[in-house]
């Protein structure tokens, strides 16, 4: 995509000040900008995602649903994506300070005002609970959470996610939130449901199935986050455009079939 603007010249009328001159070029320049789509004339030609390393969604070795994803939205423009992995906090800082372009996953971007949510989310889940079966005798879903320290993953979830009065630990990992549980530290590690095998499979811990349950909490979705810059602006209408392709081509439902995901109930015109 070449994107281009116009460029003005500006000859001094006789009589004219300095002042005047600068008013009026500042007002051209102004034109100019606008004139050009988005305001930035260079072609885009590489986009940076990050997030953590999530399995099945992005695999370190480049494969899963967010990337695949991506690159089938960008690739056709010309456009390559590349990914950095790191914590959640980290991402967020790249995205805010123009270092990456996308943040993969997010609910909410309510404390983070130069950031927005695209339309389209990239995944739907449950959450879940993974607990001591002898911490709960009658499971009453997320009612069951009420008064427990409840342990997920540094920005995560939000109380506010969780109609009951909860205590909640933040961890850097999810390996450290189960941790707290199994050290009895805490009492519910919430997390969607693949990550919480992911946790189970990297602890480093002997973890007795038998003695522990996992049971959803409740449903959420997750949307690629982008910078509210001009650029931002141009790359996620690229992405709401090429997730309304996909569905509508049936390749979408394709790629979550491909990596064993239900398929979100998208509401595209």
Same mark, same amino acid.
């Given at each position: 995509?070449?994107?281009?603007?116009?460029?003005?010249?500006?000859?001094?009328?006789? +009589?004219?000040?300095?002042?005047?001159?600068?008013? /009026?070029?500042?007002?051209?320049?102004?034109?100019?900008?606008?004139?050009?789509?988005?305001?930035?004339?260079?072609?885009?030609?590489? #986009?940076? =995602?990050?997030?953590? *390393?999530?399995? !099945?969604?992005?695999?370190?070795?480049?494969?899963?649903?967010?990337?695949?994803?991506?690159?089938?939205?960008?690739?056709?423009? %010309?456009? &390559?994506?590349?990914?950095?992995?790191?914590? $959640?906090?980290?991402?967020?800082?790249? /995205?805010?300070?123009?270092? $990456?372009?996308?943040?993969?996953?997010?609910?909410? /971007?309510?404390?983070?005002?130069?950031?927005?949510? $695209?339309?389209?989310?990239?995944?739907? +889940?449950?959450?879940?609970?993974?607990?001591?079966?002898?911490?709960?005798?009658?499971?009453?879903?997320? *009612?069951?959470?009420?008064?427990?320290?409840? #342990?997920?993953?540094?920005?995560?979830?939000?109380?506010?996610?969780?109609?009951?009065?909860?205590?909640?630990?933040?961890?850097?990992? +999810?390996?450290? $939130?189960?941790? &707290? /549980?199994?050290? %009895?530290?805490?009492?519910?590690?919430?997390?969607?449901?693949?990550?919480?095998?992911?946790?189970?499979?990297?602890?480093?811990? *002997?973890?007795?199935?038998?003695?522990?349950?996992?049971?959803?909490? +409740?449903?959420?979705?997750?949307?690629?986050?982008?910078?509210? =810059?001009?650029?931002?602006?141009?790359?996620?209408?690229?992405?709401?455009? %090429?997730?309304?392709?996909?569905?509508?081509?049936?390749?979408?439902?394709?790629?979550?079939? !491909?990596?064993?995901? *239900?398929?979100?109930?998208?509401?595209?015109?």
């Amino acid at each position: 995509m070449e994107i281009s603007g116009k460029i003005w010249f500006i000859t001094p009328m006789p +009589g004219t000040d300095i002042y005047k001159r600068k008013i /009026v070029f500042f007002f051209l320049f102004l034109i100019l900008l606008l004139t050009a789509p988005y305001g930035f004339a260079e072609p885009v030609t590489q #986009v940076v =995602s990050t997030s953590p *390393s999530w399995n !099945k969604f992005t695999n370190i070795d480049g494969t899963g649903l967010y990337h695949e994803i991506l690159a089938r939205i960008f690739n056709p423009h %010309g456009i &390559q994506v590349t990914h950095r992995y790191t914590n $959640a906090k980290r991402g967020i800082y790249l /995205v805010k300070n123009d270092i $990456a372009d996308i943040y993969t996953c997010r609910t909410d /971007v309510y404390d983070l005002p130069d950031l927005v949510l $695209a339309q389209y989310p990239m995944y739907e +889940g449950e959450i879940h609970a993974f607990f001591k079966k002898d911490r709960v005798k009658n499971w009453q879903g997320v *009612s069951s959470l009420t008064n427990q320290r409840v #342990v997920w993953r540094w920005n995560y979830y939000n109380r506010s996610e969780f109609p009951t009065e909860i205590f909640v630990l933040e961890t850097d990992t +999810g390996e450290d $939130a189960l941790g &707290q /549980v199994v050290l %009895g530290r805490g009492d519910f590690y919430i997390d969607d449901l693949n990550l919480i095998k992911e946790s189970i499979s990297k602890a480093g811990l *002997s973890i007795d199935m038998d003695e522990y349950r996992i049971e959803p909490v +409740g449903k959420r979705s997750y949307y690629p986050v982008f910078k509210k =810059s001009p650029r931002g602006k141009f790359l996620m209408d690229l992405y709401e455009t %090429g997730m309304k392709n996909l569905h509508w081509s049936g390749e979408l439902k394709k790629i979550f079939m !491909k990596w064993q995901f *239900s398929y979100p109930a998208y509401e595209m015109p």
